[in-house]
């Protein structure tokens, strides 16, 4: 008799603990921004893994993402005008702006906060999500050298120094699962996954997700990848008489326990060793700033809006004095 309701208080704690579970993981399905048509389409490029899919309009990550005739996120571009300087901001997700609005990517709000100072320009968003450092260096010489600007702008993120992806034929009508890379399929774990790395990492225990495998790569090939991508960049925006700059985006987490600024040291060390002028935008934020308050989404470590802001400021700050 005992067992038998110690077996029914069980069975109860575990449907209860089921169920529990279950409920948030159905809550947190909400905070997973949803997708529609893929905003991509097969490389026509060699050396690239795809491209944005031109003319397309689309939901992705959350909110309406337009694609421009040309394959680049954003309106239209005029024919270049001569009293208005183009700057085009090239990278990956973090200069297309996965999950923000238009209004909230890099370069909207960089032109935005450049017009309050007086000082108008046109602000291309070169940026395509998982482009690594090679990828980024092929767009420039393929694509952006051909635009005009009299600017080039990389924002650089760490793990712009993984191995790129493989090309991938993209059907048309292909859609987004916007879940598929939790675990599973479930946000509840994927937040619990996080969370826990976050505490252990934090712990000095050691780990091999994620975070080590890009360190990994770094120390393997990424290195020379960030040479060679830098002098690349370098070599075709001089030759087209282009301003090459480079701005490093911190990984959005701790200032003070980033992993990996041993990466971004090694960007602005290879700046200062060939001479392209460089900006650390964790300089940004103060030194002990928590970056994981300016997430885009819950599950979404990419930079929301008002990071966005607070780097244009410190951008227009730094380079486009009067």
């Known amino acids: 008799m005992r067992t038998r309701r110690w077996l029914g208080r069980l069975s109860l704690v575990l449907l209860s603990t089921f169920a529990t579970l279950a409920a948030l993981d159905w809550r947190l399905r909400g905070e997973v921004g949803e997708c529609g048509l893929t905003p991509f389409r097969t490389?026509?490029?060699?050396?690239l893994p795809h491209e944005l899919f031109?003319?397309?309009?689309?939901?992705?990550?959350?909110?309406?993402?337009?694609?421009n005739s040309i394959g680049l996120r954003g309106e239209e571009l005029p024919a270049?005008?001569?009293?208005?300087?183009?700057?085009?901001?090239?990278?990956?997700?973090?200069?297309?702006?996965?999950?923000?609005?238009?209004d909230d990517t890099v370069p909207r709000t960089l032109a935005a906060e450049l017009l309050r100072r007086g000082q108008p320009c046109e602000l291309v968003n070169?940026?395509?999500?998982?482009?690594?450092?090679?990828?980024?260096?092929?767009?420039?010489?393929?694509?952006?050298?051909?635009?005009?600007?009299?600017?080039?702008?990389?924002?650089?993120?760490?793990?712009?120094?993984?191995?790129a992806h493989r090309r991938t034929e993209i059907p048309v009508d292909a859609t987004i699962d916007a879940f598929a890379d939790f675990p599973l399929g479930s946000p509840l774990l994927q937040l619990l996954n996080v969370q826990a790395s976050g505490i252990l990492r934090a712990l000095g225990l050691t780990l091999d997700g994620y975070v080590e495998s890009v360190l990994r790569q770094h120390e393997r090939t990424g290195i020379e990848r960030l040479r060679r991508a830098l002098t690349e960049m370098k070599s075709q925006c001089?030759?087209?008489?282009i301003d090459f700059r480079v701005a490093i985006y911190p990984f959005m987490t701790r200032q003070d326990r980033?992993?990996?600024?041993?990466?971004?040291?090694?960007?602005?060390?290879?700046?200062?060793?060939?001479?392209?002028?460089?900006?650390?935008?964790?300089?940004?934020?103060?030194p002990d700033a928590n970056l994981g308050a300016y997430w885009v989404a819950l599950l979404d470590a990419h930079p929301d809006g008002v990071a966005n802001r607070r780097v244009a400021e410190f951008l227009a700050e730094s380079w486009f004095k009067p």
């Open 43 to 47: 490389a026509t490029v060699k050396g």
């Open 258 to 286: 980033n992993p990996f600024r041993p990466i971004e040291d090694s960007c602005a060390a290879l700046c200062g060793e060939m001479a392209i002028p460089c900006l650390r935008l964790s300089d940004a934020f103060a």
């Open 80 to 102: 270049p005008q001569p009293d208005r300087r183009r700057i085009a901001i090239v990278g990956d997700s973090v200069t297309f702006g996965n999950g923000c609005p238009e």
């Open 54 to 67: 031109p003319g397309r309009t689309t939901l992705y990550k959350g909110v309406e993402v337009r694609i």
């Open 238 to 241: 001089a030759a087209a008489g």
């Open 126 to 163: 070169c940026g395509i999500p998982a482009y690594n450092a090679d990828n980024v260096a092929t767009m420039v010489r393929e694509r952006v050298v051909a635009l005009a600007p009299q600017q080039v702008i990389w924002v650089m993120v760490a793990n712009d120094v993984c191995d």
